[in-house]
Structure formats: structure tokens, C-alpha cells
């Protein structure tokens, strides 16, 4: 097994998905594709990072791999967990901004 990067006791629970914004690693895990943690309870498991929403706001989240992951992150929901992080994977690019509409000049004033 891979050392431990580093370590939350008590990382909450919530929603569907892992929260990086809410841990106490969170500074490693912006630019990071994907992360292993070992999760007490669960195990040791790779998350991917969460698709982009519609609000083109960086995601902060990583998706759990199976349904049966997601039905045990649900079922503990609110609860403290200890979570260690084992492996950092990738870069996730950054986003790109959206293209912004070219500037018109006014028209020359008529004298």
C-alpha cells in the first residue's frame, strides 16, 4: 500500500460524493484528476473528479466508483470518518473561460 499523503480524523460526510473543499487536505487536491483514499469503513478507493455543472463554477468534488460505494456514502451520511490520502492522479484542467463577444466601436459622431 501507498504511505499516507496525509489525513482528516474526522472528515463529515455528506451528499452523494466527497467534498474536498471539505477536508483538511483540501490545498493537495485542486488541480488533482482523480485521488485513492483509504475511507474507514469502506476501504481504499479511487475517485474521479466530479463532471463540470452547467454554472462553469470548478467542481469541487470526486465521484465514489461503484453504486454500492454511493449506498454506503448515503447510508453515512453526517457521520465522522477518518480519510486517508494514499495517491494523487492526474491534473484536471483548468477551465476555460468563455469566449467573450469582440468589442464594437461606436460609430463616429456626424458633424
Known amino acids: 500500500m501507498n504511505p499516507i499523503i496525509a489525513v482528516d480524523p ?14 483538511t487536505f483540501n490545498q493537495l487536491l485542486g488541480g488533482a484528476a482523480s485521488i485513492t483514499l483509504n475511507i474507514s ?8 473528479r466530479a463532471a463540470q455543472g452547467m454554472n462553469r463554477q470548478p467542481t469541487t468534488s470526486f465521484t465514489l466508483p ?43 459622431p456626424i458633424y
Not at 41 to 48: A, D, I, K, N
Open 66 to 108: 461503484s453504486n454500492a460505494d454511493r449506498i454506503w456514502w448515503r447510508e453515512h451520511n453526517n457521520q465522522l470518518v477518518r480519510v486517508e490520502l494514499v495517491a494523487i492522479g492526474g491534473n484536471f484542467p483548468p477551465l476555460e473561460a468563455p469566449a467573450l463577444p469582440p468589442v464594437q466601436t461606436p460609430p463616429s
Open 10 to 23: 474526522a472528515y463529515r460526510i455528506r451528499d452523494n460524493q466527497f467534498w474536498y473543499t471539505d477536508c
Open 41 to 48: 469503513g469502506l476501504g481504499v478507493r479511487v475517485l474521479t
